[in-house]
């Protein structure tokens, strides 16, 4: 885990990019209209915070889920302790509740509206005690000594915090480098410079998925990759959603990302 070298793609589909990661109250209403289980629920549960170089660790006697991640949360706040797969079960049930299509993100569309048109590491700035005033990643000190990312300001909140209080970036979406971490659509896979660059969905196969942004239990930058298998779960991972946009344009143009407040 950790930044790859970066290389040009091109989005030339439009689509709808969630502007606020999945909320805990959102994930909710699926459950009790679905009667969905995650992953965590049935089976051991999911990480536990832990003070020490690795951050989480598993605690068999205890069963972390999204209902109970190991911290306080409220409805306005990211879900958490959420697997690939509970992610894709929230979108096909979505998808069919409304008669659209709403997915995961691909890494590159992720990377794309995450950048929002910037260069830096972190998006507008390079300036690593920036990070505070766009993103919750890195309050959590206070409590977990062990966990120490160098940066010196405080964003007020040592777990989760609600969607949508810190700086939106340039597209108005609001929590690509912290809160929680987010998974994409695409099986994860070191750079193939053989890759597409138009529309990039990664490789046909794999054993682990990809996730990318930072989240409040690690400080991470717009290049910053992430990957876990189907049923991986913390609780600091969460998900964004996209929604295709019909008809697609045909002449190859570059397309451009709408916000949408509302999954």
Known sequence: MGP??????????????????????????????????????????????DNSAQRSKW????????REPGFAQEDEHPVVQIAWHDAMAFCDW???????????PTEAEWEYACRAGTTGRFG???DLQAVTQFGNDAAAKAVFSQWDDGV???DGYVYTSPVGHFRPNNLGL??????????????????????PKDNPTGPAVGDSHVGRGGGFAHVSGTRYRYYGNDSFRRPDWGFRIACD????PTDGASAGVNSSKQP
């Open 4 to 49: 790859y070298e970066g290389h040009h793609v091109r989005i030339t589909r439009p689509f709808y990019f969630g502007a606020y990661e999945v909320t805990r109250g959102q994930f909710a209403r699926f459950v009790a209209a679905s009667g969905y289980d995650t992953v965590a629920e049935k089976s051991r549960g999911g990480l536990r915070l």
């Open 59 to 66: 605690e068999p006697q205890k069963k972390y889920t999204w």
């Open 94 to 104: 979505l998808s069919q509740k409304e008669g659209k299509r709403y997915r995961l």
């Open 124 to 126: 507008r700035s390079n």
């Open 152 to 154: 010196k300001t405080s």
């Open 174 to 195: 609001y929590d690509t480098l912290g809160n929680a971490a987010e998974w994409c659509s695409d099986w994860y896979a070191e750079y193939d410079k053989g890759a």
């Open 245 to 248: 946009i019909s008809p697609a």
